[in-house]
């Protein structure tokens, strides 16, 4: 029994390895026909053959790598590639712009132009951008800024000839507050006790709205409420928060700040109230103020009322 079934795995090893030589000698003789009939034929004919071989192995071209090289200086000469630019705090913006020159014999094509972070945007023609020999162009760049501190940007400009990477800082200066005459002020106080809102509009908005733009608890504060509180030219009108002789809380902050209080000097702040500050800002501003200024009550000198009462 052992021996017939090694004379049949004998058997079918030899009929696969015989199928085997069969297929590779007709791929054989199939290519050798081919070849026969192509050279049969007239030489026209065995060139237009070779032409469409030739042409079908191209059809799916290889795609090209992205483009990680880095944009050689002699081919787009740039007026810098690092740029410095200041703003004073509380504007929303900064802006500044790179030109390029191609001073190379071919054309150069920009397909993307990538800023380093959300809080900057490019402008420039519509992508992809080609730029013949000689050609000039501008990229516009737009900074979104805030705090009082620099900033390192880049923006990365991509080429079919390689990749420019451009940098520039942005200078964050302190908000400078204009300075006032005794008879500019003395004419503002006249205006804020006709309108205590006055205060938010025209020049007045430069030092009472300005400095306070985007901040909040004790910034928003010293932006917002010192310059006329805590101010070295603070009038009798305006009290001193830090001497006040009437209980506070959150309550009491959260209403003066929102409403002001109608025939004085105290505006109200609240946006709904025609005031700069929206419902957050309102909210932290409460609560600094209840942690920086303890509520207290002067009571009365029991022995001055006493002296008082004697005959």
């Not at 200086?73 to 703003?87: F, G, Q, S």
């Not at 004073?88 to 500044?96: R, S």
């Not at 809080?119 to 420039?124: E, H, R, S």
């Not at 519509?126 to 050609?135: D, R």
Request: proline share 7%; glycine share 8%.
């Amino acid at each position: 029994m052992a021996t017939t079934l090694d004379f049949q795995l004998v058997k079918t090893a030899g009929i696969r390895q015989t199928s085997s030589r069969m297929k590779r000698s007709c791929g054989f003789l199939f290519s050798v026909a081919l070849g026969m009939l192509i050279y049969a034929q007239p030489p026209t004919a065995r060139a237009q053959v070779a032409q469409t071989i030739n042409v079908t192995s191209h059809l799916t071209p290889t795609p090209r790598p992205p483009m990680t090289a880095a944009l050689a200086t002699n081919i787009l000469v740039w007026d810098a590639e690092t740029k410095t630019i200041e703003v004073h705090e509380g504007e929303p913006q900064g802006h500044l712009a790179f030109t390029f020159t191609n001073v190379s014999t071919n054309n150069v094509v920009i397909s993307n132009v990538h800023p380093g972070c959300g809080c900057t945007t490019a402008q420039l023609p519509p992508l992809p951008w080609t730029n013949a020999p000689g050609a000039t162009g501008r990229i516009g760049v737009t900074i979104n800024v805030h705090g009082t501190a620099t900033l390192f940007k880049n923006l990365t400009v991509t080429t079919d000839k390689g990749i420019k990477t451009l940098t520039f800082y942005v200078h964050i200066l302190p908000l400078v507050l204009p300075i006032r005459t005794e008879n500019e002020r003395a004419n503002d106080i006249k205006i804020a006790q006709t309108n205590r809102q006055a205060i938010f509009q025209a020049q007045c908005a430069l030092c009472h709205v300005k400095p306070g733009d985007g901040k909040y608890g004790k910034s928003l504060y010293d932006a917002d409420c010192a310059i006329c509180h805590e101010g070295a030219h603070r009038i009798a009108q305006v009290p001193d928060l830090h001497a006040l002789t009437v209980p506070t809380n959150a309550e009491f902050w959260r209403n003066w700040i929102a409403h002001g209080k109608p025939g004085s000097l105290m505006p109200a702040f609240a946006a709904t109230d025609g005031g700069p500050l929206n419902d957050l800002q309102i909210s932290t501003l409460t609560q600094y103020l209840s942690g920086a200024i303890q509520s207290r009550i002067i009571l009365p000198n029991p022995a001055a009322g006493a002296t008082a009462n004697k005959p």
